[in-house]
């Protein structure tokens, strides 16, 4: 086991088939990163953002353009990737066809010279602890998208590497063997305690399984944290609305000045949102601004509210909780409320918000304006 | 009419459909074997009732370079094939796998090879192999036969790498083994329905191939579709030994068609890895 460090990573594809938007055409820009001994860190963003060409070239399948990357203290820029000490669990599991699963898992061992007697205690031991010893004598074809994936991760770990690498593991299974595949991982490097870097464009994944998670967009990292500091205090618009589900509502407002008040008023609708005090140095009369507050900070006032009326547009009763829509211009404002209450469409509902939870966003950058305290 | 009568008469229609299109589909074939049994005298005046003779095969057998014109054959058309699998499975390799500029153009240039007729290149193609010595040689043949096999090759194979996850070939390196382990341990054994049943179609196209050799060689070098000729230019036309030489010559391609049959549809349609 061993800490894995970035440092000003970049990269940049020369490939004239390729088209990259990203920023100065960089698929990877500045990167820095740092995973501790044993902790769990998500790459998260959407596709394209260099999330699975920083994990390749963590694995070294992807040439570094510039920058460094260590594992403990070994610069491994140059190493071949069986040099590297790591174990990579791949999206499309990438088995060996002709081969059983035994030999898949055993492969690696076999390249590296590993005594026969060994090999076969090894290949038992991880096949018990990824719950797969049933399938060792079966054919990748034969296998389902769990097991599959079973196997993969087995053959990853096998090599009992310093570093982990799973680049979208989950994202070709449906949704109860995802979820179930989700507890397995975590079990896994509660287990195992291996330093491990996970790649997903799934926040819901980040969030259940990581430590700390790196939030990437256009090759640019965007935020670095807890599963809980991402949440609670996002960076910029950006992270606000990846992270979340369903995601936060950001809403485009101009502030007036309304006596001693100031107020969140949006185009072509009634409502207005008092400014919590804590903003009253940003804002001014007439400043524009992007209001953001996650759906479960809304909700709907009693009888006596002075929250403002609003219709309902969407009405979902999930089950375990209700999502109302109600319609601020253009956009959907969507809240969640464990409150039995059916709405119907077109439902009058006081709309209260927690302005405590309410978060700031430049109108041009995206960047977060943090209040006072 | 009951469901079983009705299913009766559908099949009796369509196994007495099937019959007459063998019928109609080997009836030449037949006619052809039947000629070979035919002396030159009873050629033209008997058709199903005539004496049966071995003479045209003797004849042919011993007393013409058949067994030569066979070897040309055999070396052009496996050449070519040879030449093609070399080549074409590395190209099919790059299609499928890298990305470079024009790629698709180029890909599609070296299909349209086979679109032109061969009629239409064999002329500029008889002047510059004169020019280039390449005339009445086996490099020429086998060279000019790229056009009929390399294609096929290409496309075919190609579809079966974009089919093979480039994850593989990621987890071997992975794994501490070179592309060339990769590729006879792993990527070979996918392709090989495709690049097996591909190759043995380039074959046949070859071996069959009458307008390329006919112009572009005939001295020295005579593959067996060319030679067959021969038998019409003397001064009187020994259909049964034409027969013999066209018979024995399209033996492989038959003998090939039906042991691949199964396999060809198979390998040309499917992809390597499915599931």
Redesign the interface.
């Known amino acids: 086991m061993a800490n894995l460090t970035i440092k000003n990573l970049f990269k940049r594809y020369d490939n004239v088939g390729k088209k990259t938007k990203t920023v100065n055409d960089y698929a990877v820009n500045d990167l820095c990163l740092t995973c501790n001994d044993g902790e769990f860190v998500a790459l998260l963003g959407p596709s394209g953002c260099g999330k699975t060409t920083t994990l390749r070239m963590i694995a070294g399948l992807e040439e570094i353009t510039k920058g460094d990357i260590y594992i403990g203290e070994t610069r491994i820029n140059d190493l071949h990737p069986k040099d590297r000490h790591i174990g990579l669990a791949f999206e499309d599991y990438a088995m060996y066809p002709p081969l059983t699963v035994y030999d898949n898992i055993a492969f690696n061992l076999r390249a590296k010279g590993v005594a026969k007697g060994e090999i076969d205690g090894r290949v038992r031991d991880i096949a018990k602890l990824m719950h797969c010893e049933e399938l060792l004598d079966m054919m990748p074809v034969k296998l389902s998208g769990g097991q599959k994936q079973r196997v993969n991760i087995a053959r990853a770990i096998v090599r009992r590497p310093e570093i982990l690498l799973m680049d979208e593991p989950l994202s070709h299974l449906d949704g109860k063997m995802r979820q179930s595949m989700r507890v397995e991982i975590k079990r896994l490097h509660i287990e195992i305690n291996c330093t491990s870097v996970y790649v997903t464009h799934d926040q819901l994944e980040a969030m259940s399984l990581a430590d700390r998670i790196a939030i990437m967009d256009l090759g640019v990292l965007q935020q670095f944290g807890t599963p809980m500091e991402v949440y609670d205090d996002p960076v910029n618009e950006f992270v606000a609305a990846f992270i979340g589900e369903p995601p936060m509502n950001i809403l485009e407002t101009t502030v007036i000045k309304d006596e001693n008040d100031f107020f969140f008023t949006f185009a072509e609708s009634e409502l207005r949102i008092l400014v919590p005090a804590r903003y009253y140095s940003k804002v001014r009369d007439g400043f524009r601004v992007k209001m953001g507050v996650r759906p479960m900070d809304l909700y709907v006032g009693g009888p006596e509210s002075k929250g403002n009326p609003e219709r309902v547009a969407v009405f979902e009763n999930l089950g375990d909780e209700r999502r109302i829509g109600v319609r601020v211009g253009e956009h959907m404002m969507m809240l969640i409320t464990n409150d039995e209450t059916r709405y119907r469409h077109g439902d009058i509902i006081r709309l209260e918000v927690n302005g405590e939870k309410t978060h700031l966003f430049d109108l041009e950058t995206g960047d977060r304006i943090r209040s006072d305290r | 009419m009951s469901p079983t009568a009705k299913k009766r008469l559908y099949a009796v229609l369509k196994n007495g459909g099937l019959a007459i299109y063998s019928v109609f589909a080997l009836f030449p074939l037949l006619w052809m074997v039947i000629l070979t049994f035919k002396s030159d005298a009873e050629m033209l005046t008997t058709t199903f009732v005539f004496t049966p003779t071995l003479d045209n095969y003797k004849q042919v057998l011993f007393y013409t370079d058949y067994f030569r014109y066979i070897k040309d054959s055999v070396i052009v058309a496996g050449g070519a094939v040879l030449v093609s699998v070399l080549a074409g499975v590395p190209a099919a390799y790059a299609f499928a796998r890298y990305?470079?500029?024009n790629?698709e153009k180029i890909a599609f240039q070296i299909l349209s090879f086979k679109f032109a007729p061969e009629i239409l290149v064999v002329l500029p193609l008889y002047m510059i192999y004169q020019k280039l010595g390449l005339y009445d040689s086996y490099l020429g043949l086998i060279w000019v036969y790229q056009l009929i096999s390399m294609p096929l090759i290409i496309w075919v194979v190609r579809g079966y790498f974009e089919d093979i996850?480039v994850?593989?070939e990621?987890?071997?390196?992975?794994?501490?083994?070179n592309w060339y382990q990769v590729f006879l341990?792993?990527l070979l054994?996918?392709i090989k329905p495709g690049l097996v049943s591909s190759a043995l179609l380039c074959f046949i196209f070859a071996w069959n191939s009458f307008t390329f050799p006919l112009l572009l060689a005939g001295i020295k070098i005579e593959p067996i579709t060319v030679a067959a000729t021969k038998y019409l230019a003397q001064s009187t036309v020994h259909y049964g030994q034409m027969a013999v030489a066209a018979t024995i010559s399209a033996l492989p391609s038959i003998i090939f068609a039906i042991c691949i049959q199964k396999h060809l549809v198979r390998g040309l349609s499917f992809g390597a890895?499915?599931?």
């Open positions: 990305e470079f500029k790629k996850s994850e593989i990621h987890a071997a390196q992975v794994d501490g083994y341990k792993f054994p996918l890895v499915k599931g």
